[in-house]
C-alpha cells in the first residue's frame, strides 16, 4: 500500500462516511479525521477501525490549517455539503502543495471557485489536481453525463433529474431545501445563462417501474461547469423532486405563502425566522415516522445531441441501494481522491467532475450496488 495520508475536515455524516470508505478503499496508509469539536473526531475515530487519528481544527483559521498539513498527502473537505467559506482553504492547501477535493454544491462558491485565474495557476505551479463540487450532485451527476457525452457527436442538451428522500435528514438540510427551491433557479438555455422564479416550472418525469411518474421542479443548475465543457450545448438544467408526492406539494406551499424566508421576525419576544420555524417543522415531522420508506431513490441524466448525422437521445437511470445516500455521496469524494494522490488528472489544475474518465467512477457506483438502465431513443424509434 502506498504511503499516503488522507485528511478529511468534517466529522459529520458525510465525514464519517468518507472516513470509512478511505480506510477501506486500500490507497490511504493513514486517514485523519479533523473537526473544531475535538470530542467528535475523537467519536468518529474510535468508532471506525484501522489507522484512523482525530484532530481538532478549525479549518478558518489559516495558520491553524496551515499546521495540520504536515505530511497529508490530500486535503477532503466534507464540510457543508453547501458551503461558501472555502475559498481561503482551498488557496492554503494549494499553497502548501497538497491536492484537494470537496462535495460543496453551492452555486456561487464553485462559479467564483472555476472562474479564480488565480487558483487555477496557483494549482498548475505547485503541481496539483483540485477537484472542486465531487459529491452526487454536481459530482456524479456531471461524470455520467461526460459518460453519455461521449457516445454522441455532439451534445446540445443535457439534463439532471434528481429524486430525494421525503424523511432524511436534519432541520438544516431542511433549511437548505426551502431556500434552494425558493431561490431563482439557474438554468443554461439557448447558449446562455437565465433564472425563472423558484419552483415555477416543472416537469413530470418518467421513471421505470416501480417509480412512474415523479413530478420534479427546476430549481438551478449546481453542475455550473457542463456548458464550458460541452461547446455548443444549448441548454443544461436540473430538476428535483421528492418520494413523497406529498411532500414536494407541502414544500410548494411553504414557498409560495413566504415560508421560506430567512427575514427574522420577533414573534412574542424570540427573534425567528419563517424557514427556521419551516425546517423545525418538517423534520419533526419526519422524526415522527409519518412518511413512507422510500427505498432505493431514482436518478436521471438525459442527454439529447447528434449522432451519426441523427438526432439521438440518452437516458440513464440510476439508484443506490436504499439508506446509503450518504456513501453515494462520499463515494465520488474517495474515487476522486485515489485520482489525485496517484496523479491520474489531466495534469495538474482545478477539473470538473466531468473532466475525469468516468470509467472508476461507474465501476466503484457498480460495486456499491447501483442499478444503472441506460435507454437509447434510436433502439425505441419506429
Known sequence: MADFTALIIGCGTMGAATARLALECGKFQQVIVADRDLQRANDLAHTLEGPITARQLDYRQEDQLAKSLGGVSVVLNTTGPFNRDTLSLMRTVIEAGIPYADINDDVETLQSVFESEYLGSLAKHRGVGVLPGLGASPGQTNVLARHMAGRMDIVEEVRFFMVNDASYRSEAVWRHRLALFSQSALLYDRGR???????????????????????????????????????????????????????????????????????????????????????????????????????????????????????????????????DIALATASCLVVGAGLLVERELPGPGVYPPEAMDPAPFMWDMESRGVHFKLEDSASTRT
Open 193 to 323: 445563462w437565465t433564472q425563472t422564479s423558484g419552483m415555477s416550472e416543472f416537469q413530470d418525469v418518467a421513471f421505470p417501474a416501480p417509480w412512474d411518474n415523479i413530478r420534479c421542479y427546476n430549481v438551478g443548475l449546481e453542475t455550473v461547469t457542463i456548458p464550458m465543457s460541452f461547446k455548443g450545448l444549448l441548454h443544461a438544467s436540473l430538476w428535483r423532486g421528492f418520494s413523497d408526492p406529498d411532500t414536494t406539494e407541502t414544500l410548494k406551499g411553504l414557498v409560495d405563502a413566504g415560508f421560506a424566508s430567512e427575514e427574522t421576525l420577533e414573534v412574542d419576544g424570540v427573534s425567528i425566522t419563517p424557514a427556521a420555524l419551516s425546517a423545525a417543522v418538517l423534520a419533526g415531522t419526519q422524526r415522527a415516522g409519518d412518511s413512507p420508506d422510500p427505498g432505493r431513490l431514482p436518478r436521471q441524466v438525459r442527454v439529447k445531441g447528434v449522432r451519426e448525422g441523427r438526432e439521438a437521445e440518452l437516458t440513464m437511470t440510476y439508484s443506490f441501494p436504499q439508506g
